[in-house]
């Protein structure tokens, strides 16, 4: 396979509620979609889950474009691709830039999975016909509307909320949660809102009965999380400690986690997300996938990876109805009774919607 011809898109969709964690809130999510055309027309879809400043890491849609543009696309283009692990390969060179790389990575998977005439989740060698999956829940202006939109998800069946927290918004808010719903499978996010500094407020979330506390402590730590793992009896679950097969190897070897959330785009791409979720299932570490305010096409990809057997906790892919008026695939991602159908059709599964995809474009180039 060749890559022939590649598009690379600037999209902005407008998200149906604000979405707030501990280090900003979201209304619009701009973001990266590109096709990648083979030499027999056929398009594959990746889409980039850099957000528009640095918040969750040094990676953005417009050092993303550029690296795309400058150096991925050009390396890429008309290379001969005998399998779609050959692309991690092409890229060994450029360091990082993992969510700039799992784009056109995400597109050949697609490409590859269509030519097999199978579906990306069987081309990774996923067997589930149905996934579980939760819900994340943004930092709320009261406990009570935090209460509320719960008991919401809980009446549509979702099966495990996430809510964020960040100090000042944790203990007090997780007794109310758990007092309102004491059986709910519930987690907390704090996306690296916490220091050692704070080890008796995270101790004091052991109460709540969670299934994790999710990345704690400093977005690039592996060592302080070990040391609060020994002191907390929650799992402590690593997210963006985690770029690569080696941070998950040495998280393991050092007990800085008993749970990893693999993010595709995080990690560099699917192929390097399957070496993570292997090495963790050898270690017996179960894995979920995370969400990043995908539009469809990188909730599709989501959906395939979590067909994998260590996938054993609830992901963040909810619904696309959760987070926009319309989506840019046809038919949207519907969820029902907490859990998402898995499409058989070859590639991602869903059909990308070029009239959609056309009214959300802000700008778009092509690359042959």
Request: with cysteine; glycine share 8%; hydrophobic share 35%.
């Amino acid at each position: 396979m060749r890559i022939k011809e590649v598009t690379l898109r600037h999209l902005q969709m407008k998200l149906k509620f604000p979405f707030t964690t501990s280090f900003g809130t979201f209304q619009d999510r701009d973001f990266i979609l590109l096709e990648g055309k083979d030499e027999n027309g056929n398009s594959g879809w990746g889409e980039s889950v850099a957000f528009h400043s640095p918040w969750y890491s040094e990676e953005t849609m417009k050092t993303n474009w550029h690296m795309l543009e400058d150096y991925l696309i050009p390396a890429l283009l008309n290379q001969e691709i005998t399998h779609q692990d050959e692309v991690s390969e092409v890229f060994s060179n450029i360091r990082k830039n993992n969510m700039a790389k799992s784009t056109i990575e995400g597109a050949v998977w697609d490409l590859y999975s269509q030519e097999k005439g199978v579906s990306l989740a069987s081309a990774l060698g996923g067997k589930k016909s149905k996934i579980e999956v939760g819900i994340s829940i943004g930092i709320q202006d009261t406990a009570s509307d935090l209460l509320r939109i719960i008991e919401k998800h809980v009446q549509e069946g979702y099966k495990r909320m996430k809510v964020k927290i960040k100090p000042g918004w944790d203990v007090d808010v997780m007794r109310e949660v758990r007092k309102e719903f004491p059986d709910v499978p519930l987690m907390a996010d704090a996306n690296s809102a916490y220091t050692l500094e704070d080890i008796d407020t995270l101790k004091a979330l052991d109460e709540f009965d969670l299934m994790m506390i999710e990345q704690p402590l400093a977005s690039d730590d592996i060592i302080d999380h070990a040391k609060l793992q020994e002191a907390i009896s929650t799992p402590v679950c690593l997210d963006e400690s985690i770029h690569s097969y080696e941070d998950a190897r040495k998280a393991i070897e050092l007990g800085s986690c008993g749970i990893i959330n693999i993010k595709i785009g995080r990690v560099g791409g699917l192929s390097e997300s399957k070496r993570i979720h292997d090495l963790c299932e050898s270690h017996h570490i179960p894995v979920w996938c995370g969400g990043m305010l995908e539009s469809g096409i990188g909730r599709a990809h989501n959906v395939a990876l979590t067909t994998l057997s260590n996938f054993i906790m609830p992901g963040d892919t909810a619904a696309s109805s959760r987070y926009w008026e319309k989506d840019i695939i046809t038919p949207e991602v519907t969820v029902e009774d907490g859990y998402i159908t898995v499409p058989d059709k070859p590639g991602i599964g869903y059909e990308p919607d070029l009239e959609a995809i056309e009214s959300f474009t802000i700008e778009k180039k092509t690359y042959k």
